[in-house]
């Protein structure tokens, strides 16, 4: 029993020593120390010893199993220190690796000078309002002194979705809604996208936008007019910017008039921007109809208005030297990521 005892701490010892593995370890303990192990089963037989020689067999036994139990306990605790260390080696960061950059998305040259417009009227007292692009013809033409059968609706090639409904051609019917809705004094924008049946080329496009104005007060003269767009131009362009007020016609103001700017291309000596003109067009105004002012319940006795109607893509071509539309609409990133 001696010598089966000595081979069960050299084999226990053995084992032990060349094993790397946590698990392994408790199969171990469990091969020699657990209920049906090998140091269990010599136990077993002590009732077949003498009586003289149990407490030497029992010492030695004690002694194999408290060597085997310190053992296992030296041997898991340096493999749990290794596997530490190992995890730990594993999950090391450099932290003075370069990061991985993310491109951030950016506003649109259009959202960007939009946003600058409204920034620009909301410091002047103005109100930013929204309404539909599927409008009423009333709307769109007749409350604005466009009756079915003016010649004016012409220069508007509308797409019609039934005979009362179309998509709007002009932000103007957000003049008559607003009317409808408020009472003056009143100062608003309405900026939105606008549709017209024509063809694209490098200065038409179906969809545009535009951004409506409409200033209605007691007194309000063509001087406020003036006076309002000078200030947004100069704004937008610089205070150097030239600008100059045409006389024009459009059914729904009188006086009516068209707003320039000076090619910043070649200051007025015409060039490919301006197409020879010296100019660019940039918005419609004039001082409300009195018959608009009265179709939308405002007395044209008590109350005098001015409206304009400024082209988006006109405004931020001029901005950036853009000689073509159909770059804003293509989503071309070289086009794009020059704003
Ligand atoms: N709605 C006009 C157009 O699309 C532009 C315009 C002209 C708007 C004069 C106005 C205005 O408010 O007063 O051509």
Not at 113 to 142: H, R, S, T
Not at 208 to 217: A, N, R, T
Not at 286 to 299: Q, T, W
Request: glycine content about 8%; some cysteine; charged content about 25%.
């Amino acid at each position: 029993m001696k010598s089966a005892l000595e081979a069960i701490r050299a084999a226990a010892h053995e084992q032990l020593q060349n094993t790397a593995d946590l698990k392994d370890l408790e199969e171990i303990r469990i091969k020699f120390l657990g209920k049906k192990g090998e140091l269990t089963a010599i136990l077993k037989q002590m009732g077949k010893l003498t009586p003289e020689e149990r407490p030497v067999m029992g010492q030695l036994a004690n002694e194999v199993r408290a060597f085997i139990e310190e053992e296992l306990a030296t041997r898991q605790k340096a493999l749990q220190e290794a596997a530490t260390k190992e995890k730990l080696r594993q999950e090391t960061l450099d932290v003075t690796m370069p990061g991985k950059t993310r491109s951030l998305g950016h506003k649109h040259p259009l959202t960007l000078v939009l946003d600058e417009v409204k920034e620009i009227f909301i410091g002047m007292g103005f109100d930013i309002v929204q309404g539909p692009e599927v409008e009423l013809d009333y709307y769109n033409f007749e409350a604005l002194n466009l009756p079915k059968d003016h010649p004016a609706r012409d220069t508007q090639d509308t797409f019609y979705i039934t005979d009362n409904i179309l998509l709007r051609t002009q932000t103007s019917p957000m003049q008559v809604r607003t009317m409808e809705q408020r009472k003056p004094p009143l100062r608003i924008i309405a900026p939105g996208r606008v549709y017209r049946s024509d063809a694209v080329d490098a200065t038409h496009s179906p969809v545009f936008h535009q951004i409506e104005g409409l200033v209605v007060d007691k007194g309000i003269t063509m001087a406020d007019l003036k006076g309002c767009l000078e200030a947004i131009v100069k704004r937008l362009y610089g205070q150097d910017a030239v600008v100059r007020f045409r006389p024009h016609h459009f059914p729904f103001t009188e006086p009516s008039a068209e707003v320039d700017i000076q090619c910043f291309g070649c200051h007025g000596e015409g060039c490919r921007l301006c197409k020879g003109e010296g100019w660019i067009e940039i918005l419609g105004c004039g001082m409300v109809h009195p018959k608009v002012l009265s179709n939308c319940g405002i007395d044209p006795e008590v109350y005098s208005g001015f409206a304009f109607g400024i082209g988006l893509e006109r405004l931020v071509m001029g901005r950036y030297s853009i000689d073509d539309l159909r770059l804003f609409y293509e989503n071309d990133l070289r086009f794009l990521e020059q704003f």
